[in-house]
């Protein structure tokens, strides 16, 4: 089984191409980052992980090891990448500082909000 560590050069520069957008969807997540801060147990953040992000859990399981998922292998897989991901502090530090960039360039209104005030015309001068 592959790990993202087996990955050197060209082929690690790569494989994060692939695995970005989904990376930074799942920890984009405030309830995963909140299990992940929490220290809860890897397999809790798993179930989590697999309950909200299937399509993403699956392009990166499949980008690291091409081998087939089934019913036994993606959980041993998935913690396994977890484990990884969740010791390296730089990794972590960096994509917990995307998600909170993400999140603060998020606007809190609509642009055409009404202000309540009445809009000036020429005629009003």
Do not use: C, H
Not at 26 to 55: C, M, N, Q
Not at 81 to 102: D, G, P, R
């Amino acid at each position: 089984m592959k790990k993202l560590s087996d990955y050197k050069g060209e082929a690690a520069i790569e494989l994060w191409a692939d695995l970005l957008d989904p990376f930074v969807a799942i920890v984009g997540d405030k309830e995963i980052i909140g299990i992940i801060r929490s220290g809860k147990p890897k397999l809790e953040l798993a179930k989590e992980i697999l309950k909200k992000y299937k399509k993403e859990t699956e392009q990166i399981l499949l980008t690291v090891d091409d081998t087939p998922l089934d019913g036994f292998n993606i959980m041993v897989r998935l913690i396994d990448i977890l484990t990884e991901f969740l010791e390296n502090k730089t990794l972590m530090s960096f994509f917990e500082s995307q998600a909170e960039a993400k999140k603060g360039r998020k606007s809190s209104g609509s642009a055409t909000a009404n202000t309540g005030e009445t809009p000036s015309t020429s005629s009003d001068m």
